[in-house]
Structure formats: structure tokens, C-alpha cells
């Protein structure tokens, strides 16, 4: 059984920067991170393969957030860079098989998942 926590979460400014971290009990394979705002449903944010060369996405966070991994601390990281307010929400860490299609963005394709971190960036 895998147990996902996260920290990082605060308050920032727009324009600002944080990093989360999620740290991870047991084996972990594919990672990701997701968000999800008030009222709105949990949305994908970037996800890595275990070796952590393959990396994905969305569209809304391409060029400012950065996804990385230690597996040596089993441990997964989201760099956010560049944030603006829209980017609050709740983030989530989750843990997944790797796939034949690559890094999926759904959220069915995770088994574990964390307790969450809040983000708020705001003036």
C-alpha cells in the first residue's frame, strides 16, 4: 500500500513561486500531481514516468510548472513558477501503473492518492 503526503502549500502572490513535494511510502511508479479549485472538478497537472524522463502536462501550466522526482527520498516535486490566481486550488499528489499508452491525465488511472495541499495565490 502506497501513502501519499504533501506540503508546500501557502499563500502567494500572482507572480510568485512555490514547490510542493510529495513524499511517498512504498513503491511508486508513475506520479502526478492534480488540482482541483471551488467548485470545479480535480483537474490534471503534469505527471512523470518512474525513471523520470517522460513527463506531461496540461496546457494551462506548460512553461511555468515543472515536475520532478528523487526516487533515492521517494519522493515527487511540482515546481509552479509564473503563478496566477486561477492556479488555486487544493493540489493532490497521486501514484499509478505505468502504461502502454504513456503518462495518462485521467484520474481513474491513479490507485493512491494524498490528503492535499492547499494553494492560494492572491495580493
Known amino acids: 500500500q502506497v501513502q501519499l503526503v504533501e506540503s508546500g502549500g501557502g499563500l502567494v502572490q500572482p507572480g510568485g513561486s512555490l514547490r510542493l513535494s510529495c513524499a511517498a511510502s512504498?513503491?511508486?511508479?508513475?506520479m502526478a500531481w492534480f488540482r482541483q479549485a471551488p467548485g470545479k472538478d480535480r483537474e490534471f497537472v503534469a505527471a512523470?514516468?518512474?525513471?523520470?524522463?517522460?513527463?506531461s502536462y496540461a496546457n494551462s501550466v506548460k512553461g511555468r510548472f515543472s515536475i520532478s522526482r528523487d526516487n533515492t527520498k521517494n519522493t515527487v516535486y511540482l515546481q509552479m513558477n509564473s503563478l496566477k490566481p486561477e492556479d488555486t486550488a487544493v493540489y493532490y499528489c497521486?501514484?499509478?501503473?505505468?502504461?502502454?499508452?504513456?503518462?495518462?491525465?485521467?484520474?481513474?488511472?491513479?490507485?493512491?492518492w494524498g490528503q492535499g495541499t492547499q494553494v492560494t495565490v492572491s495580493s
Open positions: 497521486a501514484e499509478g501503473p505505468s502504461t502502454i499508452w504513456g503518462l495518462s491525465s485521467q484520474r481513474l488511472a491513479y490507485d493512491h
Open positions: 512523470i514516468a518512474w525513471g523520470g524522463g517522460d513527463t
Open positions: 512504498g513503491r511508486t511508479r508513475t
